[in-house]
C-alpha cells in the first residue's frame, strides 16, 4: 500500500495549489492559452474565494519567477509600505494590533495579480478572473482543513461582536459553515471581482471600491486613507541568491525576510549529510541550529541595505557561524521579532502559497497572505473582501531597534523561492507558516537534496517549527528516541502529538527538468493541497 502521495508530471503546464479549485483554475487558464503569469493571477484570485481565511484580493504578497523570454529571474513585490496614516506611537505591542481596523494594511494581492498579467501575460482579467467570478456567485463545498478553520475562527471572532455581524453575513451562519460539505456562496464578492475585471485594479485603488473599502475602515476606527491606496505600486526587483550544493536559489530582497532561508542554507552547505541518517538526531540537530543562528543574523540585522546583507552572506561571516553551529553550546534566542518572548509564536496558519510552470518554460512562486486567519476580521458590507491584519506583522515596540515607522518598509517573513542550475530553472517552493516559513522551506530542501527525496515525498517529510528561546516542536513521525537525543543536546525539543499539522506550513512546489521539460508538482498534505496539470 502507498503511504505518499503519487507523483504528479506534465509536459504541459503544472499547477500545485492549497486547495484544488485553485489548482483547477490554472490548469485551466493554461488550457485556453493563457501562460504561468495568467495562471498565477486565476490561482491567487480563486484562492481568495475557497479559503478567503488565507488570502484575498485585500491580502498582500510576493512573488519569484523564472522569466524564459528574458532567461532570468525576477521578483515582483505586492507588500506595500506601512501606510503614512498608521499611528505608530499609540501601540506599544502587537497584541493592540491583533484584529480590528487599526490593524490593516494597504492591501496588495489585487495589485500584483494585475501587474504579472499586465507584464507578461496573454490574456485578459475578464478571462483569469472568470473562474473565481463564477465560484463566489455559485459557491464552493468546504473541505477537511477550510471546515476546521471555519468552524475555529467562528468562535474566534464572537468576542469582536462588531466584527463578527459583517463577517458572518459574508460567509453563513456559523452552524451551517463549519461542516464538510457545505456550501459558501459569496455573491458581494463575484460582483466584486467582476467590476474589478472590467475596470481594473484602479476601481480599488483610488477609485469608487476604494472609496467605499475606506469609508467603512474609518468608520471602524481605523485611519487608512484613499491617499494610502492610491500609494499602492507592486514593485519588480532583483531578487538576492545564495548557492547551496550546486543550485543558485533565489528569494525577494529585504525588506521581504526570505535572506533568513540563504543563511540558513549556507551555514548548511559544511554539514556532510551523507553521513548522516536521514531525521536522527545529528541531521536534525544542525538544521535545527543553522535556523536559529540565522533566524538571529536577520533579527540583527533586520532589513539590511545591499551592503550589509552581501556581508551577512559572505564567506566570513557564515564561517564564524559554521563554527558555532559546531560547537555545541545550546543556541538560544528569538525567531521571530526582536523581543524575546520564550515559547511564543505568530499564527502559522493564514497565509498560502502556489507554484506555477507552463510549457513556454515560465516557473512562478507566488506566497500571499491576509495576515492572520481571516486577517482584521473586518469585512466590508455588499462587497465581499475581507481585510488584512498585516500591521500586526509591523514592529511597534518601543524599545526596538527595528521599530516601524509610518510610511517606512514592512518586512514580511515570506520566501518564495525558485532555484538554477547551471543557469537553468529547475524548482519553484514556496509555503505559508508566519516566520516558519524561513525554517520549513530550509528543512524540506534538505529532505530533497541532500537526501535526494522526490519532490512529494521531501514535503511529506516530517517537519518542525522553532519559536524564541530553544522551543522546538515536531511532527511525531521523528522517533521519540531522537526527540530525546535532541533534548539532550539543549534543544527544548517536543512532539506536536500528532503526525500532521498544518503549523509547519502548507508547501507547494513545481521542480523542472530542462533535459526533457518534464514538470513535477508537489502539493502538501497538511492542508487541501492539490496538484492539476495543463
Known sequence: MATHRPTIASCHGVVAAAHPQAAAAGARILGQGGNAFDAAAAVGAMLGVVEPFMSGLAGLGLATMWVAAERRVRVLDFVPPVPASFPVARFTGRHELERGALAIASPGNLAGWCELVRQYGN????????????TAAEGFPLLEFGADVFAEQAGVLEAYPALCKNWAGTYGAHGRMAAVGSVIRQPDLAETLEALATQGP?????????????????????????????????????????????????VPPPPCEGFQMLAALRILEA??????????????????????????????????????????????????????LRDGVPVDGPTEQWVHTPGEAAEDFNTTSFSVADREGNLVCVTQSLGSPFG?????????????????????????????????????CMAPSISLRAGLPVLALGTPGSYGILQ?????????????????????????????GRAVLIEDRV?????????????????????????????HAVALDPATSVMTGAADPRRDGHVALA
Open 376 to 412: 482584521s476580521g473586518v469585512v466590508v458590507p455588499g462587497t465581499g473582501i475581507c481585510l488584512n491584519n498585516f500591521l500586526y506583522w509591523a514592529d511597534v515596540q518601543g524599545n526596538s531597534p527595528n521599530r516601524s515607522q509610518a510610511g517606512g518598509a514592512l518586512p514580511i
Open 123 to 134: 490574456l485578459a482579467l475578464p478571462a483569469i478572473f472568470a473562474p473565481a467570478v463564477r
Open 440 to 468: 520549513t522551506q530550509v528543512q524540506a530542501l534538505v529532505q530533497y537534496i541532500d537526501y535526494g527525496l522526490p519532490l512529494q515525498h521531501a514535503i511529506e517529510a516530517p517537519r518542525a517549527r522553532l519559536t524564541d
Open 202 to 250: 484602479a476601481h480599488l485603488f483610488g477609485g469608487a471600491l476604494g472609496a467605499r473599502v475606506v469609508g467603512h475602515i474609518q468608520a471602524c476606527g481605523g485611519t487608512l486613507t484613499l491617499q494610502d491606496l492610491r500609494d499602492v505600486r507592486p514593485l519588480w526587483k532583483e531578487p538576492v541568491s545564495a548557492a547551496y550544493r550546486g543550485l543558485s536559489v533565489h
Open 479 to 507: 522517533d521519540a528516541g531522537v526527540i530525546e537525543a535532541l533534548r539532550a543536546r539543549g534543544h527544548d525539543a517536543a512532539s506536536f502529538g500528532t503526525g500532521w499539522t498544518m503549523k509547519v506550513g502548507g508547501m
Open 271 to 324: 554539514v556532510d549529510f551523507g553521513a548522516l541518517p536521514r531525521d536522527g538526531a545529528d541531521h536534525l540537530d544542525a538544521v535545527y541550529r543553522a535556523i536559529r543562528l540565522a533566524a538571529g543574523m536577520r533579527i540583527a540585522n533586520n532589513n539590511p541595505t545591499p551592503g550589509a546583507l552581501r556581508h551577512m552572506l559572505g564567506d566570513a561571516a557564515i564561517a564564524q557561524a559554521r563554527l558555532r
